[in-house]
């Protein structure tokens, strides 16, 4: 059973990189589509965006200029960069696979998220 | 930017049946948008319930269903419990790799 795990700083600098990684455990991030997904606290969920094994990648437009997701096959891992961020990227980040292979598609399994806080 | 809606929140009495939708502000919702549904309780991860617009996810009970109601995507639980109160998210396929999440609904049962 395919497990997905976040990891990376609770707590960045305004201004400042914002980086996580999801560890795939149990299956092999080659051939699916996998996602990355915010939850502002207290509030809901925002789709960011999703890269393909291969690297293709899309992204939420309101997020576009300031994000990139990519993927290290050799690792089962892929990672999240959001620049410039303020307190308003303050949120949980999850991470999830997409169920399939191909469009359209939806999200599961989930990774539990982590908590990340923009403050000085 | 396309804004997905959904209650914000609804109310059921324990073993009562309630539908929750998900519309488009400028169209309506068909199966070609992929409709899925996800529970959050809180301080946990959303649980996938419903994908494809009607296909329940591996352990979902049958209590918890999934439908096209007019132009929205709908979720309805019969025989509510209360382990069901729960914020229920819809997402929608927008074509062209790009998906949206509803505002999410907050189910109280009472």
């Known amino acids: 059973q395919v497990q997905l795990q976040e990891s990376g700083p609770g707590l960045v600098k305004p201004s400042e990189t914002l980086s996580l990684t999801c560890t795939v455990s149990g299956g092999s991030i080659s051939g699916r589509y996998w996602g990355w997904i915010r939850q502002p606290p207290g509030k809901g969920l925002e789709w960011i965006g999703y890269?393909?094994?291969?690297?293709?990648?899309n992204y939420n437009p309101s997020l576009k200029s300031r994000v990139s997701i990519s993927v290290d096959t050799s690792k089962n891992q892929f990672s999240l960069k959001l620049s410039s961020v303020t307190a308003a990227d303050t949120a949980i980040y999850f991470c999830?696979?997409?169920?399939?292979?191909?469009?359209?598609?939806?999200?599961?399994?989930w990774g539990q998220g982590t908590l990340v806080i923009v403050s000085s | 930017q396309t804004v997905v809606t959904q209650e914000p929140s609804f109310s059921v009495s324990p073993g009562g049946t309630v539908t929750l939708t998900c519309g488009l502000s400028?169209?309506?919702?068909?199966?070609?948008?992929?409709p899925s549904w996800y529970q959050q309780t809180p301080g946990q991860a959303p649980r996938t319930l419903i994908y494809?617009?009607?296909t329940r996810s591996s352990g979902v009970p049958d209590r918890f269903s999934g439908s096209i109601l007019g132009n929205k995507a709908a979720l309805t639980i019969t025989g509510a419990q209360a382990d069901d109160e729960s914020d229920y998210y819809c997402l929608l396929y927008m074509g062209s790799g790009s998906w949206v999440f509803g505002g999410g609904t907050k189910l109280t049962v009472l």
């Open positions: 494809n617009t009607n």
């Open positions: 400028s169209a309506s919702v068909s199966t070609n948008y992929c």
């Open positions: 890269v393909y094994y291969s690297g293709n990648t």
């Open positions: 999830a696979r997409y169920a399939t292979s191909t469009f359209p598609n939806w999200f599961d399994p």
